[in-house]
T-cell receptor
Framework: GAGVSQSPRYKVAKRGQDVALRCDPI?????LFWYQQALGQGPEFLTY????????KSGLPSDRFFAERPEGSVSTLKIQRTQQEDSAVYLC?????????????FGPGTRLTVT | AQTVTQSQPEMSVQEAETVTLSCTYD???????LFWYKQPPSRQMILVIR??????QNATENRFSVNFQKAAKSFSLKISDSQLGDAAMYFC????????????FGKGTRLSVIA
């Protein structure tokens, strides 16, 4: 596709359920980022991949959050035993790796509502 | 830790007029990148403009320009000839010069354009 895609666009989960959010980056983009955006706030970094390697997961709020990118393209963010405070928009972004190229291209996000 | 502050939660501008959105940041790095992203109600984050800290010349992109004051750690966005389509959330963001690294976002400014 021409841009970053994310699915589902909307997800409603009951408290305690597990959810999986998918990100399809732009073809050929080496770097992939996940951000969490609470209502009325700016996005906050969760984790970062370079190809299949997870280089930074310092932003993951708890061990209930897990991300993977096994083949260096599609990535999945998994949240186990969801809590109400997990309700947010989850944004994925990808970028080329290369000197001077620093633009991150964002997907439309997945809005997660935990009831 | 780097921080980004946007002190104007909301701004409004008359169509065809000029508006300036403020952003300040805090970092101990000497080289870094600064960005302005636009997020319309559809949620897709779009890069508006970027500035490399080592460049003294202010970046411009058509109707969008920045006033980068490195010593003051200030990075404001000026939108000239405002259009209805400019209405959106605007986020200021920072990234270290080390390359494909996570963005640090401000809390955003909601811009309304009045016809």
């Amino acid at each position: 596709g021409a841009g970053v895609s994310q699915s589902p666009r909307y997800k409603v989960a009951k408290r305690g359920q597990d959810v999986a959010l998918r990100c399809d980056p732009i073809s050929g983009h080496v770097s992939l980022f996940w951000y969490q955006q609470a209502l009325g706030q700016g996005p906050e970094f969760l984790t970062y991949f370079q190809n299949e390697a997870q280089l930074d997961k310092s932003g993951l709020p708890s061990d209930r959050f897990f991300a993977e990118r096994p083949e260096g393209s599609v990535s999945t963010l998994k949240i186990q035993r969801t809590q109400q405070e997990d309700s947010a928009v989850y944004l994925c972004a990808s970028s080329l790796r290369g000197l001077g190229n620093y633009e991150q291209y964002f997907g439309p996000g997945t809005r997660l509502t935990v009831t | 830790a780097q921080t980004v502050t946007q002190s104007q939660p909301e701004m409004s501008v008359q169509e065809a007029e000029t508006v300036t959105l403020s952003c300040t940041y805090d970092t101990s790095e000497s080289d870094y990148y600064l960005f302005w992203y636009k997020q319309p109600p559809s949620r897709q984050m779009i890069l508006v403009i970027r500035q490399e800290a080592y460049k003294q010349q202010n970046a411009t992109e058509n109707r969008f320009s920045v006033n980068f004051q490195k010593a003051a750690k200030s990075f404001s966005l000026k939108i000239s000839d405002s259009q209805l389509g400019d209405a959106a959330m605007y986020f200021c963001a920072y990234s270290p010069y080390s390359g494909n690294t996570p963005l640090v976002f401000g809390k955003g400014t909601r811009l309304s354009v009045i016809a």
